[in-house]
């Protein structure tokens, strides 16, 4: 059974921190690609990083020079380090696993809720 679980979310002030922690089981971690997406109520999801299972990572513009994403395939763990918060960062976090592969599926964690005050 693929599990994600997210966890690290919270309630921030603007300019904080936060990391994100993504825990994969039931996969053969190293050889996915990852992503973490975010979702604010009454729009679609969105993708905030990516990092392949080799390979550069990927970054939204809108937080670029804020957000590092970063994997640990020891710990079957995706990170998202979240700098510099802004409110418009508030929004449901989700991380997504996809093998390398044509048709392959995708599996998604739970979410995980951040939210930065003014």
């Known amino acids: 059974q693929v599990q994600l679980v997210e966890s690290g979310g919270g309630l921030v002030q603007s300019g904080g921190s936060l990391r994100l922690s993504c825990a994969a089981s039931g996969i053969s971690f190293s050889i996915y690609d990852m992503g973490w997406y975010r979702q604010t109520p009454g729009n679609e999801r969105e993708l905030v990083a990516h990092i392949p299972s080799g390979g550069a990572t990927t970054y939204a513009d809108s937080v670029k020079g804020r957000f590092t994403i970063s994997r640990d395939n020891a710990k079957n763990t995706v990170y998202l380090q979240m700098n510099s918060l802004e409110p418009e960062d508030t929004a449901v976090y989700y991380c997504?696993?996809?093998?390398?592969?044509?048709?392959?599926?995708?599996?998604w964690g739970q979410g995980t809720q951040v939210t930065v005050s003014s």
């Open positions: 997504r696993a996809t093998a390398p592969f044509i048709a392959a599926p995708s599996y």
